[in-house]
Nanobody
Framework: QVQLVESGGGLVQPGGSLRLSCAASGSIFSIGTMVWYRQAPGNKRENVANIEYGGDTNYGDSVKARFTISKDNAKNTMYLQMNSLKPENTADYYC???????????????WGLGTLVTVSS
C-alpha cells in the first residue's frame, strides 16, 4: 500500500507565499514522475507542475517563474513553493505519483486527497 499525503495549504493574502508538501509512504521501491495538480470549483483539474525521476521539471504557463517544484528523494517527499500568489490560484491542490512497490512490480499511479489553498484578502 502506498499513501500520498499533502500538507501546507491554507489561507494566504494575495502576493503571499505557501509551500506545499507531498509525502509518500508505504511499500516503495521507486518513485517516478511526481505531479502537482489543482482544481478550482467549477473547473477541470489542471497540471500545475511535474518533476521527473531524474529531476527535470515542467510548469504550467500560468505558474512559471512564480512556483517551484522540487523533491527530496531520501524523504520520498515532493514540494511546491508558491510565491506571488493570486486569487485565481485558489484551488484544491493534489499530489500524483507513479510508484513501483517492489523491483518486480509495474508502475502504479497514486493520488493524494488534496490540500486547499485559498488566496484572499
Amino acid at each position: 500500500q502506498v499513501q500520498l499525503v499533502e500538507s501546507g495549504g491554507g489561507l494566504v493574502q494575495p502576493g503571499g507565499s505557501l509551500r506545499l508538501s507531498c509525502a509518500a509512504s508505504g511499500s516503495i521501491f521507486s518513485i517516478g514522475t511526481m505531479v502537482w495538480y489543482r482544481q478550482a470549483p467549477g473547473n477541470k483539474r489542471e497540471n500545475v507542475a511535474n518533476i521527473e525521476y531524474g529531476g527535470d521539471t515542467n510548469y504550467g504557463d500560468s505558474v512559471k517563474a512564480r512556483f517551484t517544484i522540487s523533491k527530496d528523494n531520501a524523504k520520498n517527499t515532493m514540494y511546491l513553493q508558491m510565491n506571488s500568489l493570486k486569487p485565481e490560484n485558489t484551488a484544491d491542490y493534489y499530489c500524483n505519483a507513479v510508484v513501483r512497490p517492489s523491483i518486480r512490480s509495474s508502475w502504479i499511479e497514486h493520488w493524494g486527497l488534496g490540500t486547499l489553498v485559498t488566496v484572499s484578502s
